[in-house]
């Protein structure tokens, strides 16, 4: 979004339920069929679209902010609650072109944020409201919706960072969330990277 410059201070209010930024520019809207690939069942997948359905899987507000350097971009996402395969809703994942980092903030719902560096380690924190999330710079991000309601939350990053799908939309994330019969579960694809994951021995 490569708006004229110079930009005044403006304030735009967010409504925590519904995730609905007002103003915003053009809402995204990502459906089943524009991420095939994130959902490790293709097969699942093949199925919903071959019966005509195509559900959307979430939206975004973004606010109308310039892709430039010093500049705060900032949307709210809604992650609609549903699985495929029996694995969980969730956003397409990405790097930022350049290492930077991200804030995150839970606004509604309940999720899990699935994160991994660029040597393979993973992380996963609960989002939920009130609660923020803190993204380092080269850590790829993908948000999971593990409840039964929308998971709405808000992202804050540098403008001119950019946004990678590549690497994830072609090795995913070491980590999947599947909908288990006693709820969520977490699925590494390494018992390693499972440990690690549940480390304890994070900084605060
Ligand atoms: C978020 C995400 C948003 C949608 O605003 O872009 O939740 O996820 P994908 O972009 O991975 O489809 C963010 O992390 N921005 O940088
Ligand atoms: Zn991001």
Same mark, same amino acid.
């Given at each position: 979004?490569?708006?004229?410059?110079?930009?005044?201070?403006?304030?735009?209010?967010l409504?925590?339920?519904?995730g609905a930024m007002?103003?915003h520019?053009?809402?995204?809207?990502?459906?089943?069929?524009?991420?095939?690939?994130?959902?490790?069942?293709?097969?699942?997948?093949?199925?919903?679209?071959?019966?005509?359905?195509?559900?959307?899987?979430?939206?975004a507000f973004p606010?109308?902010?310039?892709?430039?350097?010093?500049?705060?971009?900032y949307r709210t996402t809604v992650?609609?609650?549903?699985?495929?395969?029996?694995?969980?809703?969730?956003?397409?994942?990405?790097?930022?072109?350049?290492?930077?980092?991200?804030?995150?903030?839970?606004m509604? =719902?309940? +999720?899990?944020?699935? *994160?991994?560096?660029? %040597? #393979?380690?993973?992380? /996963?924190?609960?989002?939920?409201? $009130?609660?923020?999330?803190?993204?380092?710079?080269?850590?790829?991000?993908?948000?999971?919706?593990?409840?039964?309601?929308?998971?709405v939350f808000l992202a804050?990053?540098?403008?001119?960072?950019?946004?990678?799908?590549?690497?994830?939309?072609?090795? =995913?994330? +070491?980590?999947?969330? *599947?909908?288990?019969? %006693? #709820?969520?579960?977490? /699925?590494?694809?390494?018992?390693? $990277?499972?440990?690690?994951?549940?480390?304890?021995?994070?900084?605060?």
């Amino acid at each position: 979004m490569n708006l004229p410059g110079p930009v005044l201070p403006v304030a735009r209010t967010l409504d925590f339920a519904s995730g609905a930024m007002v103003p915003h520019a053009e809402v995204v809207v990502r459906r089943l069929s524009q991420m095939p690939r994130a959902f490790a069942n293709s097969e699942a997948v093949a199925t919903v679209l071959e019966r005509g359905e195509d559900p959307v899987i979430y939206r975004a507000f973004p606010a109308a902010v310039p892709e430039q350097a010093g500049h705060l971009a900032y949307r709210t996402t809604v992650i609609l609650p549903g699985a495929v395969g029996g694995e969980y809703f969730m956003t397409r994942g990405h790097h930022h072109h350049k290492d930077s980092a991200e804030l995150y903030l839970g606004m509604s =719902g309940r +999720g899990l944020m699935l *994160m991994q560096d660029r %040597d #393979g380690r993973l992380r /996963v924190e609960e989002l939920v409201r $009130d609660v923020t999330v803190y993204v380092p710079p080269g850590w790829a991000h993908r948000t999971v919706n593990t409840g039964q309601d929308e998971l709405v939350f808000l992202a804050v990053y540098f403008s001119d960072a950019g946004h990678d799908y590549d690497v994830i939309e072609q090795q =995913g994330i +070491g980590v999947r969330v *599947m909908a288990g019969p %006693d #709820g969520p579960e977490v /699925v590494a694809a390494d018992a390693t $990277d499972l440990l690690a994951v549940k480390g304890e021995s994070w900084p605060t």
